[in-house]
């Protein structure tokens, strides 16, 4: 929107041409929805105050100290990440618009979900099926407009990180692929929001290094000395990475521990949702699964916690997802939840690296 005005206006004065550079932009987005999470998140917690987290009876005892704290602080999210990248993105990039709008389509689901929880009362909220089959449908949307509108083989293929020229042609089936990281990533981030502040750094860092993939992607020259593809205006994206690091970091001055809201489905969905979106229009799926370990082992231990249960009757952790079972081992909350900003930092500096390790 303002990427407009400063075109307009260059005629003018050419020192506004200044914000035809992304490297700008991407700075000007994080600090604007820094700035909007600061200036929103006080006035948005107190009118989210009624709307309260249940906690779980039989979950670790000290989360009953938690009892009273507002949830569906993840809307605070969404509305610095869609005002940001409204503001400084190219409206008329195909990119920016399939990555918002799949951001807002499983935000309202999680939003739906939250809703029944905690207006209507109804503790089990949307049913599972019913859920999944929300998010399948955002999904495929989204997976079917990626293809769609590829312009390039690339756009569908399968690159292998650590190997240079290592691609997979996937066709029509990129569509299947797609839904299935987009999907899974979005309940990967669901599960690990357990904690004060445990999902939101790591969806900040994860989010911050997809949006120097999707500027080097997007630059031509930059793309062929990584040897990446070069996907035309998947640079744009860098925008809404920049406005996620910066809404993110606004909400964790508010949800770090102790938290004054938490984020509920309605951010943790969404946020999930965004990363895998992202990661697949810059072609890194599989960098994501790496950088996002810590997504990835707490939807491990829920998989394997349950399948033990039903098979053999007895469980493999002391409750699951995978930090509830530190919890009751006896670490400290923010022990936990620092170590594991710690492990994602580690990861993500790995993902990073296959940019050069080829």
Same mark, same amino acid.
């Given at each position: ?10 005629? @003018? ?20 929805? $820094? ?43 969404? +509305? ?75 756009? =569908?293929?399968? $690159? ?20 299935? /990281?987009? /999907? ?20 900040? %860092? ?37 406005? $996620? /690091?910066?809404?993110?970091?606004? @909400? ?18 969404? %946020?999930?949702?965004? $990363? ?29 916690? +349950?399948?033990?249960?039903?098979? =053999? ?24 939840? /620092? ?7 580690? %990861? ?11």
């Amino acid at each position: 929107m303002l990427l407009l005005l400063a075109d307009y206006l260059s005629q @003018f004065d050419p020192g506004f041409k200044v914000f035809r550079y992304l490297t700008l932009r991407m700075i000007l987005g994080v600090l604007t929805a $820094l700035i909007i999470a600061f200036v929103v998140g006080p006035r948005m917690i107190r009118a989210l105050g009624k709307y309260q987290q249940p906690i779980r009876d039989d979950g670790p005892r000290s989360h009953l100290l938690k009892a009273g704290t507002p949830t569906m602080g993840g809307a605070l999210i969404l +509305v610095a990440l869609a005002v940001s990248t409204l503001l400084w993105s190219d409206l008329s990039n195909r990119y920016v618009w399939i990555v918002l709008l799949t951001t807002a389509a499983f935000g309202a689901i999680g939003f739906l979900d939250d809703y029944k929880k905690l207006i209507k009362n109804d503790p089990k909220g949307l049913p599972a099926k019913e859920k999944y089959a929300y998010q399948s449908i955002a999904g495929l949307f989204a997976a079917i407009a990626l293809y769609a509108s590829a312009s390039v083989p690339a756009e =569908t293929e399968l $690159l292998i990180p650590f190997f240079k020229d290592l691609t997979i042609d996937m066709g029509i089936w990129s569509i299947l692929f797609t839904y299935l /990281v987009i /999907v899974g990533t979005s309940n990967a981030v669901n599960l690990t929001d357990g904690l004060d502040g445990l999902a939101i750094m790591p969806t900040v %860092l994860v989010g911050g290094a997809l949006g120097l993939f999707a500027y080097a992607a997007g630059h031509s020259q930059f793309a062929e000395y990584l040897s990446i593809p070069n996907i035309s205006g998947a640079g744009e994206v860098a925008i809404f990475c920049g406005a $996620l /690091v910066g809404a993110g970091l606004g @909400f964790l001055w508010f949800n770090t521990y102790p938290a004054q809201v938490f984020m509920g489905d309605v951010g943790a969905l969404a %946020l999930g949702a965004a $990363l895998g979106v992202v990661a697949v229009v810059v072609r890194q799926e599989l960098v994501l699964f790496i950088m996002g370990g810590v997504f990835v082992v707490e939807t491990l231990s829920v998989i394997v916690q +349950v399948a033990s249960y039903k098979l =053999t009757g007895k469980r493999v952790f002391r409750m699951a997802p995978i930090h509830h079972h530190f919890e009751l081992k006896g670490w400290a909350e923010p022990k936990i939840i /620092v170590r594991f900003w710690i492990i994602t930092l580690i %990861l993500v500096l790995f993902g990073l690296a296959t940019l050069k390790i080829r």
